[in-house]
C-alpha cells in the first residue's frame, strides 16, 4: 500500500508488541520501520533504531496504513519481559489502542509463550483495560525454524476459540510482518465508529 499524499487526515494509535524474551517483537519493528522509511522519505529522513521502551528511543517508530480517506499512523513499541522493566510496561501499555502478540513458533517456546499470554493479561488487568476491548493479533514467529509447531497447533494452544485474528510469520524474513498491524489498523478504526 503506497501513501496517498500528505495531505490525508491522519488517526494516531499506539501498538504494542508483547510477547516472551527473543520472539521477534523488536525485529517485526525493525522492518516495520523500514517499509516506513521507504515509504515515507519524503516526510521524514530516518526513523530511530532504539526500538524498546526501555532503551529511551527519541523517536517512536511508526507506520501508516492509508484507509479511504485517511491515514492510521501506528506508533510502534516493543515491552520488555524482564521483571526490571515491569513498571515500564505497565507505562507503556496503559494508552495503548492494539496489541500484536508476538509468539515463539518453536517447541520448546510453548510454555513461554502461555505464561507470556497470562503475563500479558495481569498487566492489562492493572492498567485497568479489558483484553477484549483492545484490538489483538497473534502473530506465531519463526515459522521457518525446523522446529516450529504448525499454525494450527499453536491456535490451539493459544488461540482455541480463534477469537482473534492470527498468522503465522517470519519476521527476519519480512513475512506475515505488516499484515498483523494492517488488521489491528482496521480494527482501530472500527472501534473508533470511523
Known amino acids: 500500500m ?27 519493528i525493525r522492518y516495520l520501520s523500514s517499509l516506513q522509511t521507504n515509504r515515507d522519505k519524503q516526510r521524514r529522513s530516518s526513523i530511530g533504531h532504539s526500538i524498546e521502551f526501555h532503551k529511551g528511543s527519541q523517536e517512536i517508530p511508526e507506520y501508516a496504513v492509508p484507509f479511504g480517506a485517511c491515514v492510521v499512523r501506528l506508533q510502534l513499541f516493543s515491552v520488555p519481559m524482564s521483571l526490571f522493566y515491569s513498571e515500564n510496561r505497565l507505562r507503556v501499555i496503559r494508552d495503548i489502542c492494539g496489541v500484536v502478540f508476538v509468539a515463539d513458533s518453536q517447541e520448546p517456546r510453548m510454555q513461554a509463550n502461555l505464561e507470556c499470554l497470562s503475563y500479558m493479561r495481569e498487566d492489562f488487568h492493572k492498567c485497568h483495560l479489558a483484553l477484549d476491548k483492545i484490538p489483538l493479533v497473534l502473530q506465531y514467529n519463526k515459522q521457518d525454524v525446523e522446529s516450529a509447531c504448525s499454525t494450527g497447533r499453536l491456535r490451539e494452544l493459544l488461540n482455541p476459540q480463534y477469537q482473534y485474528f ?12 505488516a499484515e498483523p498491524v494492517e488488521v489491528l489498523a482496521q480494527q482501530i478504526l472500527v472501534r473508533m465508529g470511523k
Do not use: H, Q
Open 2 to 28: 503506497e501513501l496517498r499524499g500528505t495531505d490525508l487526515p491522519e488517526i494516531r494509535a499506539k501498538v504494542i508488541f508483547y510477547g516472551p524474551g527473543l520472539s521477534g517483537k523488536s525485529t517485526n
Open 166 to 177: 492470527d498468522i503465522g510469520a517470519c519476521a527476519k524474513w519480512g513475512i506475515g510482518v
